[in-house]
C-alpha cells in the first residue's frame, strides 16, 4: 500500500524551460514533505520541503506547491539545467519522524 | 569529508551467509537509519535509532539485526542470507527526533548481491 505515489516514472524536458514533477500522498497527518534529488551511485540529497500549514515554499530554481485538499504535490524547477537531470524522490514525514518516499520520476534535461 | 560513510559498497555473497554493513557519520547528528532500495527503486524504511536506542522497527525478518555501538555509529547484520535480499542498502543520519523537519543525509549505499 504505497502512502506516497509518483505515477510519472520519467519526464523529459527542454533546457531552459520548466520541470514540474508530481506527487499524491494518502496519509493526511503527514507534518512535513520532502523531496530528494539523486544521482547514479550516490546516496539521495535533501532538496526542499514544505510543512503541512504551508502551500508554498521557494528555494532558488525550486518551489514547492502543496494542495492539501487534492493531497498532492509538486516540484517546479525553473529554469531547467543539465546538472537537474537526476531521480526525484517525494518523500513526507508523520509526527513519529517517519519519513515515507516515493518510487521516484527520472527527469532528463534535453539540450 | 564523508559526512556519512558506509562500507563496503559492493557485496557479493552466497544464500546463507551472514554479512555486515558498517555505517558512520561525522555530523553529530543522534538520529541514524538504514533504508533498502529493492529492485523496483522503492525506498523502505528498516530501522531508525535515536542515541543508539531503537526507534522505528519496520516488518523487517528478524535476520535483520541492527547495532548502534554508539551514536555516530550504526551497523547492519544480516543472517542467513537470501536472494531476496539482494537490494542496495542506505544509511542516513538527521538531528535528533522532534527536530527533524525531514532533511536526512544518506550514505553512497552498500549494494549486496546475494547468489
Known amino acids: 500500500d504505497q502512502q506516497v505515489k509518483q505515477n510519472s516514472p520519467s519526464l523529459s524536458v527542454q533546457e531552459g524551460r520548466i520541470s514540474i514533477l508530481n506527487c499524491d500522498y494518502t496519509?493526511?497527518?503527514?507534518?512535513?514533505f520532502l523531496w530528494y534529488k539523486k544521482y547514479p551511485a550516490e546516496g539521495p540529497t535533501f532538496l526542499i520541503s514544505?510543512?503541512?500549514?504551508?502551500d508554498k515554499n521557494e528555494d532558488g530554481r525550486f518551489t514547492v506547491f502543496l494542495n492539501k485538499s487534492a493531497k498532492h504535490l509538486s516540484l517546479h524547477i525553473v529554469p531547467s539545467q543539465p546538472g537537474d537531470s537526476a531521480v526525484y524522490f517525494c518523500?513526507?514525514?508523520?509526527?513519529?519522524?517517519?519519513?515515507?518516499f516515493g518510487k521516484g520520476t527520472r527527469l532528463h534535461i534535453l539540450p | 569529508d564523508t559526512a556519512v560513510s558506509q562500507t563496503p559498497k559492493y557485496l557479493v555473497t552466497q544464500m546463507g551467509n551472514d554479512k555486515s554493513i558498517k555505517c558512520e557519520q561525522n555530523?553529530?547528528?543522534?538520529?541514524m537509519y538504514w533504508y533498502k532500495q529493492d529492485s523496483k527503486k522503492f525506498l523502505k524504511i528498516m530501522f531508525s535509532y535515536n542515541n543508539k536506542e531503537l526507534i522505528i522497527n519496520e516488518t523487517v525478518p528478524n535476520r535483520f539485526s541492527p547495532k548502534s555501538p554508539d551514536k555516530a555509529h550504526l551497523n547492519l547484520h544480516i543472517n542467513s542470507l537470501e536472494l531476496g535480499d539482494s537490494a542496495v542498502y542506505f544509511c542516513?543520519?538527521?538531528?535528533?527526533?522532534?527536530?527533524?523537519?525531514?532533511?536526512?543525509?544518506f550514505g553512497e549505499g552498500s549494494r549486496l548481491t546475494v547468489l
Open positions: 555530523l553529530g547528528h543522534d538520529t
Open positions: 542516513a543520519s538527521s538531528r535528533r527526533l522532534g527536530t527533524n523537519t525531514g532533511e536526512l543525509f
Open positions: 518523500a513526507s514525514m508523520n509526527r513519529d519522524d517517519k519519513i515515507i
Open positions: 496519509n493526511s497527518m503527514f507534518d512535513y
Open positions: 514544505i510543512s503541512s500549514i504551508k
